[in-house]
């Protein structure tokens, strides 16, 4: 076992093994259900509503996919695939799930966006060059599903920032910029 994660009700742990398989048992012990084969699914996600795992699936000299499976198991779905520079998942604990375990945030295009379980389709949550910002980064969504939280990064001297994104309105404020002295 290379990782696990706890459901979110805490009844049953995610496990992801050498081989790239993700297995999930019962917290109190019991027999694993293999939800993937390998080879090479990554960085696995449990939903909100503990019903779903999301993961990354490298392909050699193809795009890689967004997949999820239910945590019960079952046949993987593909939800988007990952173009190296036009969309990517950010570091491993930096995938979010929407609250209401419909949507994966993710970014695209260094924008932050919300991509559909059900279809696929993408809606733009944060357009960085609106902020006149290089790209989003490292992002958290506050424990009520109001506001998220995110790192401009900047490819100039100027000190990266944080910002707060309203999720209802859509309106972007600065926190604070992140210069070593907060």
Known sequence: VLYAFWSPDGKRIALFDSRGSIYVV??????????????????????????????????????????????????????CSMVQGTLRVVPPDDVLWSLDSQALIMIRD??????SIADGSTRLLVNMSDLDKDEASVF???ADGTALAFL??????????????????????????????L
Do not use: C, H
């Open 110 to 115: 260094a924008n932050l966006v919300s991509v």
């Open 140 to 142: 958290r969504m506050s």
């Open 152 to 181: 401009r990064s900047n490819t100039e001297r100027e000190p990266d920032q944080i910002f707060l994104l309203d999720m209802k309105s859509g309106k972007t404020s600065p926190l604070v910029p992140v210069d070593g002295n």
């Open 26 to 79: 019962p917290a109190g012990g019991g027999d694993a259900v293999q939800l993937t084969t390998g080879p090479d699914a990554r960085w696995f996600y449990w939903s909100p509503d503990g019903t779903m795992i999301a993961f990354v699936r490298p392909r050699e000299g193809a795009d890689s996919l967004v997949q999820v499976v239910s945590s019960t198991g079952g046949e993987a779905k593909t939800v």
